[in-house]
């Protein structure tokens, strides 16, 4: 089993940033993939970014530019830094662990207010 857990949401102004922690516990395997996806209201749940055990990365369409995954392997914590918010941004975001099976955190939201 692993465990998730976030913090860094909250409310911010249009063209703010914010930063995303979540630190990874338990069974974790060397190779893995962690990231965020985010969820507005009535909507699907959504990639943002994801970076392998080696430093890879993916982005959405959407946060590429503005948005930065990084990770520190030691302490198993994978960060989100948000530039240039915009209200399309608000959602409920969520860490995620993936090695041979899938685990999430329990969501942080984000508000972006113009």
């Known amino acids: 089993q692993v465990q998730l857990v976030e913090s860094g949401g909250g409310l911010v102004q249009v063209g703010g940033s914010l930063r995303l922690s979540c630190a990874a516990s338990?069974?974790?395997?060397?190779?893995?993939?962690m990231g965020w996806y985010r969820q507005a209201p009535g909507k699907q749940r959504e990639l943002v970014a994801v970076i392998s055990s080696g430093g890879s990365t993916d982005y959405a369409d959407s946060v590429k530019g503005r948005f930065t995954i990084s990770r520190d392997n030691a302490k198993n914590t994978v960060y989100l830094q948000m530039n240039s918010l915009n209200p399309e941004d608000t959602a409920v975001y969520y860490c995620?662990?993936?090695?041979?099976?899938?685990?999430w955190g329990q969501g942080t939201q984000v508000t972006v207010s113009s």
């Open positions: 995620s662990y993936r090695d041979n099976a899938d685990y």
């Open positions: 338990g069974s974790i395997f060397r190779f893995n993939v």
